[in-house]
């Protein structure tokens, strides 16, 4: 019979390695266990919760796919369904652990010196050393070739001036890598927590990703050691391709959001009765529980396709783009839809169809918004850039 | 058993049971369950032995070697993957149809026969206080006296002296707590609560695949046979549906009066 219950309609287990769904179900436990009893509450008082990283490190849930430095040397599609989980718990947990392994473990291991791996790497893994990643400034984060901070070569070093915005973790990180304009293009830099001319402020007010720190970072003729610049990072291509592995885990997180918001609409209509019967009776509900699993189902072959793909060596930016845009949008429409089910109920923060929605607002826009990967599919399409 | 030495090695029996929130659906006939797309866990029971004697491995220098053992269907394998990444160092994986029962005395049988298989004998055997398939809590007390070995149930807290030669044992029992002092070897089974189980990092996950894990068949243990059951299993069923709830409407004097007259006359119970 399939399993309409957790959900795998296609018995997309039976496509996995014994590998990963032990991987899977190792974090699936820590989710249940120690994220869904407290997030409710971390997302009512905006409070990112410190005390779950250690955890996570001991996990081994940061930079899980690197072979050195005490890490685990796990495939893709490991790493994909480690990401679904931890948006199942909640998306600012997902996007901690996002920014740490995607966009900040991978540029050094993937453009640094050996130096700045030993240094950084095992420290990263642990989560001694938390990371963040500047690339969004004030005036348009969707087009970051026009960006405006600047850094000019003085004697040996460099000297950063500009502001980053949008920034998870940025006042939390003990190293932010930041991409600037030099006059040779684009370069980036490992700026550390504390050195003078470097100070982050917190975005208060957000009603989004309220367990997660979201900062800007101001540079005021900061002086950054040539040891400090990313060697082999040159040009825009190299925080892209940063943002590429980003939204591959993003692309299995929509799915894990989604099944959060399913699982607990389904327990509702089995014990709601109204009109003397309940809710799963109804013809109208059927249908539009029957959409919301549809949705899910292909998310889910969505995210593992890409994932064989990426674990093959042949995956190209553009189907990222597309998983990306096809799995936070599904995330989202289920979470209102079943928002919108759970009736008054669903707007209370105690349900957690409202937080998932919520939440999916920014991972809509991050990361590339919707539109951009649109964008980029088009000119995948038609060879012309529209954007 | 290895009295001679001052080395304490160390065997954590883990079974491999549905997850306790998994529902679960019973075959046409009550002949069994239907473990088609069944989430499987390792028993959070014999958990708590496994990460007991990983912390005692941490902490003595007298532990030589945790041995984890599973009995149970092929996939029970993930089970022992699961004890092996938490810290266990090798691992015994009994898997034979021709052993399947659930009857836990016969397990206890099948178990008892693999541990004497094993030349270097072990000094202390944990496992949980039973498990949370068939709550029958059977095997340890049974694999002690298969093995004629001293057995403390339901332990809340450990002591090994130590010359790692005798233990201090606390169990509750109704209203009070039982101190019991006993020499090793001896079986141990765990109550909840007494060690805090470690998830298995990630890391070790990977690199439990590479310990090594005999595996034994009703091959290498002969002489058992399901037929040998001390307790025949009949059938299962389901729990009856629970009873339709009434909701009485009106004043609250008239609802308590209806009430009562429900309670009489209906459901008989006053
Ligand atoms: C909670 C949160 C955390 C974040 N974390 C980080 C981080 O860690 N690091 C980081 O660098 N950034 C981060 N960001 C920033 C994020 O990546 C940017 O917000 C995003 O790239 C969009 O940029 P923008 O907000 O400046 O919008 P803009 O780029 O100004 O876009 C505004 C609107 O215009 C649309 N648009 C853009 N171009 C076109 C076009 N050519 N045609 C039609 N429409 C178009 C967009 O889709 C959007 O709807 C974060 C954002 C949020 C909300």
Redesign the interface.
Same mark, same amino acid.
């Given at each position: 019979m399939p399993d309409t219950k957790t959900p795998d309609f296609y018995n997309i287990d039976s496509l996995l390695t014994d590998d990963e769904r032990q991987v899977r179900d190792t974090v699936a436990r820590f989710v249940d266990d120690r994220v869904l009893p407290i997030i409710a509450d971390c997302f009512e008082h905006e409070r990112f919760p410190t005390e779950l990283i250690p955890e996570m490190a001991e996990l081994g849930l940061f930079g899980p796919t690197l072979k050195d430095y005490g890490c685990a040397g796990l495939n893709n599609v490991a790493y994909g369904l480690i990401m679904q989980e931890l948006e199942r718990g909640d998306s600012g947990i997902r996007s901690f652990a996002s920014v740490q392994s995607g966009l900040v473990m991978y540029p050094i291991h993937t453009y640094g010196s050996d130096e700045q791996k030993n240094r950084w790497l095992p420290q990263m893994a642990k989560a001694k050393a938390i990371g963040c990643f500047g690339l969004t400034e004030p005036d348009g984060g969707s087009d970051p070739g026009t960006m405006k901070t600047r850094a000019e070569k003085k004697g040996g070093d460099w000297v950063l001036n500009g502001a980053k915005m949008w920034i998870t973790s940025g006042s939390v990180a003990e190293v932010a890598v930041v991409w600037v304009m030099t006059e040779h293009g684009v370069r980036g830099f490992l700026v550390e927590k504390g050195i003078p001319g470097y100070t982050t402020r917190d975005i208060p007010h957000k009603f989004s990703l309220r367990a997660s720190v979201t900062s800007e970072l101001f540079f005021d003729n900061c002086r950054i050691p040539e040891s400090n610049r990313l060697p082999k990072a040159e040009g825009l291509g190299a925080p892209l391709s940063c943002l590429t592995q980003a939204r591959y885990g993003i692309a299995w997180g929509g799915v894990g959001a989604a099944i959060a918001c399913y699982r607990e609409t389904l327990e509702f209509c089995r014990q709601r009765i109204l009109f003397g019967s309940p809710l799963i009776n109804k013809q109208h509900m059927q249908v539009r529980l029957a959409d919301i699993l549809r949705r899910i189902t292909l998310g889910q072959l969505l995210a593992l396709q890409l994932g064989r793909l990426k674990d093959e060596g042949t995956m190209h930016h553009t189907q990222v783009s597309m998983a990306k845009w096809n799995n936070v949008r599904m995330g989202l429409d289920v979470a209102r839809e079943c928002r919108d089910i759970l009736g008054a109920g669903g707007i209370s923060v105690e349900c957690c169809p409202v937080r998932h929605m919520l939440n999916l607002e920014s991972v809509i826009t991050y990361e590339g918004t919707e539109t951009i990967h649109q964008l980029i599919v088009g000119r995948e399409i038609t060879g012309v850039a529209a954007f | 058993m290895n009295g001679v030495s001052l080395q304490l090695r160390i065997l954590a029996i883990i079974k491999q049971v549905p997850d306790s929130n998994a +529902?679960i659906k019973v075959l046409p006939g009550g002949s069994g369950i239907d473990f088609?797309?069944l989430k499987l866990?390792p028993d959070p029971f014999d958990e708590y032995g496994i990460e007991l004697a990983v912390q005692l491995k941490e902490k003595r220098s007298d532990v030589t070697e945790i041995v984890a053992l599973t009995f149970g269907s092929e996939k029970a +394998?993930?089970t022992l !993957?699961?004890a092996l990444a938490m810290g266990a160092d090798v691992g015994v994986h009994i898997s034979d149809p021709k052993l399947e029962s659930k009857d836990e005395i016969f397990a206890a049988q099948v178990i008892a026969a693999a541990i004497k298989k094993d030349a270097a004998g072990f000094d202390l055997i944990l496992c949980g206080k039973y498990n949370i398939d068939l709550d029958a809590g059977a095997v340890g007390p049974a694999l002690a006296e298969f093995l004629d070995l001293p057995h403390v149930g339901a332990v809340t807290s450990l002591e090994i002296a130590t010359d790692g030669k005798h233990f201090t044992a606390r169990r509750r029992i109704e209203g009070a707590e039982e101190v019991v002092e006993c020499g090793l070897p001896a079986l141990l089974t765990i109550e909840k609560g007494l060690v805090e189980p !470690?998830? /298995?990092?990630? /890391?070790?996950?990977?690199k439990a695949?590479k310990k090594p894990v005999t595996m034994l068949t009703s091959a290498e243990l002969p002489g058992l046979e399901a037929s040998n059951e001390g307790v025949r299993f009949e059938s299962i069923a389901p729990p009856p549906p629970r009873p339709d709830c009434k909701f009485i409407d009106g004043e609250p004097p008239q609802m308590a009066k209806e009430l009562v007259r429900l309670l009489q006359q209906e459901a008989k119970v006053l």
């Open positions: - | +529902a088609t797309g866990v +394998a993930e !993957r699961v !470690r998830y /298995p990092s990630l /890391p070790n996950l990977m695949k």
